[in-house]
């Protein structure tokens, strides 16, 4: 019943949303981080003006894009991160065309800043082993692994449904519009980081530097906002964690970190229905974070795990964001913060 | 004169907009163009759910992400694609934090588009080869090439002084914040792309599907409108071309079809204070523009170069839209496109 309120609730914001217009205070973008480094490995092209180049290029750096609403300081900020073989394109118009969390959650008052994960589309990456490999200086072997997710990979990973092509029946993935999803997949090129991986001090600094934020991770970087935490909890106000595997052989000191700050954990359905060599990755997620969670709240934390077919809501995929009922969840994570973070504020500050 | 009282208004403009909230009538994003290629090279790693993975990736898409102001059919749209080593953010705050020419065209009533090259950041790029060289399939020397421009190169290729760290008295570039620059520049894996480049191709269905468009290239991609256009010349209604070499060897029917389309090239200053390699680039590319120019016209055609030191506006680099006057120049292309593109409109229809 309650699931119910909520769907009727974001069907009416969408529809009386989606064609006003948006009013913004401000927008930009920025880098977070980034150090330079000097090598002679960056351009392996005899020919052209940056022939046999070398010289300094600036690595590790995080490209963040931001909208803020009217009146901003009503709410915290939320900064959204990107899973793997994806991009800040996540969180923006979904592949059939309806709006993205990024711009639903402006419209709810709230600061969002997207951030392309270091090593990741516009944030670029450390090429140099790259160059090297092919002047010959670098072994073969020695290139990082960069990993590219196929269409049936991502069908069956992302659980459109049980076999390429065919969907779950109740599923809520525009599955009619994956090809545009596809489009979204890109190489990940997290192999070229360095460790640790430096978009955790990066998401770090950028909550300190907006006094106070949320972080929003999704599949690879689901855990990145308890990482950023660990770096530096100053400016981690909350942690909103989507479907991935959570880290279960923390510290107690680690724990007691992070349960101090407020913990959201989302999945969504038919985890134990894909088949074949991906059938456990999804259990044995859920499994760590439910064990991560009741850690947390045994070192006297506020963390919550939504399991969404549990409260009612069926058929989920792992790119929720996107899913038909997407704002129906935006809504719940709206609800979570106004809650468990800003209105408990003053235990968490 | 006319540059002085330019130079007012932009200054007038920005002052009483950058307080101002922005309105849009409606965001997004989307992709253009792509195709699915069947690999087995798509991920290098024995260990993870992708192991041996062999599948469709798409590739060669280019993402595109847009605003559009209040009446957004009173102005032709305006796509903006970067150049060599960059994304889009070349055209989002500046190293300085000020507004962005993506912003400020949005103001000034134009729908924008702003394209990552295909290849580049959001849209990904073909990374199979990568994956064959590291599995041993691919010989080292077919890795194609990939290119990263140091500080040292940017600030004496873009013009920022005679030599490092040294600016031009004049010098336009806010040259106290050339770290945030360097932040934004990538690896370039255009030498990833099949022959012709698809992002032309992309570019010409783009300006297809906003039914008509003003594309505006920089360097790298300064010649990529014309490219587009040569492609499929029916949505481009405008081309801005910003320092770059021009292609001077069309053939007559080629610089007819040009010659039906209004054309702007827009150079800085400085183009031949720069020492050692670099020095010929820039004289040599104004004249090979000053030609195309000619060509075009004396095809009947319409183009017209703005060598901005010739008309009185000094000092500026080869990232003018980033330039402490960026206003001034982003109207004096605003002007051109209400005077050549919009006024004439009927003409090139």
């Known amino acids: 019943m309650k699931a119910l309120i909520l769907v009727a609730l974001a069907v009416t914001v969408y529809a009386s949303d989606a064609g006003k217009p948006l009013v913004l205070s401000s927008q930009g973008s920025f880098f977070v981080g980034g150090e330079t480094k000097t090598s002679k490995d960056l351009n392996a092209n005899a020919n052209g003006p940056g022939a046999g180049d070398a010289g300094d290029v600036t690595i590790n750096q995080m490209y963040v894009q931001f909208q803020k609403p009217v009146n901003p300081d009503q709410h915290r900020p939320v900064v959204m991160v990107h899973g793997c073989c994806l991009s800040s394109k996540t969180w923006e118009t979904t592949p059939d065309g309806r709006m993205g969390w990024n711009e639903y959650f402006v419209r709810k008052g709230r600061?969002?800043?997207?951030?392309?994960?270091?090593?990741?589309?516009?944030?670029?990456?450390?090429?140099?082993?790259?160059?090297?490999?092919?002047?010959?200086?670098?072994?073969?072997?020695?290139?990082?692994?960069v990993f590219m997710a196929?269409?049936?990979?991502?069908?069956?990973?992302?659980?459109?449904?049980?076999?390429?092509?065919?969907?779950?029946?109740?599923?809520?993935?525009?599955?009619?519009?994956?090809?545009?999803?596809?489009?979204?997949?890109?190489?990940?090129?997290?192999?070229?980081?360095?460790?640790?991986?430096?978009?955790?001090?990066?998401?770090?600094?950028?909550?300190?530097?907006?006094?106070?934020?949320?972080?929003?991770?999704?599949?690879?970087?689901?855990?990145?906002?308890?990482?950023?935490?660990?770096?530096?909890?100053?400016g981690v106000r909350g942690i909103v964690s989507i479907e991935m595997p959570c880290e279960t052989t923390l510290k107690p000191e680690q724990i007691s970190t992070l349960a101090k700050i407020p913990i959201l954990v989302m999945f969504g359905d038919h985890l134990s229905d894909v088949p074949g060599r991906f059938a456990q990755i999804w259990p044995n997620s859920l499994d760590s974070c439910n064990k991560f969670v009741k850690q947390v709240n045994d070192a006297a934390g506020d963390a919550q795990m939504m399991d969404l077919p549990k409260m009612g809501i069926k058929g989920n995929s792992h790119m929720l964001m996107q899913d038909k009922n997407n704002l129906q969840l935006a809504d719940l994570i709206l609800g979570w913060i106004d809650e468990h973070v800003e209105r408990k504020g003053a235990h968490h500050k």
């Open 111 to 145: 600061s969002v800043y997207l951030a392309d994960q270091s090593s990741r589309a516009r944030s670029g990456f450390d090429a140099t082993k790259m160059v090297g490999v092919k002047l010959g200086k670098v072994p073969p072997s020695d290139l990082p692994n």
């Open 150 to 234: 196929s269409h049936q990979t991502s069908w069956l990973l992302f659980r459109f449904g049980p076999s390429f092509n065919t969907p779950f029946p109740d599923e809520q993935f525009p599955t009619q519009a994956a090809d545009e999803l596809y489009k979204q997949m890109i190489p990940d090129l997290n192999g070229f980081l360095p460790t640790p991986n430096p978009t955790w001090g990066n998401m770090a600094s950028l909550a300190v530097q907006l006094n106070g934020a949320v972080l929003m991770g999704h599949s690879e970087s689901g855990f990145f906002p308890e990482q950023a935490a660990l770096v530096n909890p100053a």
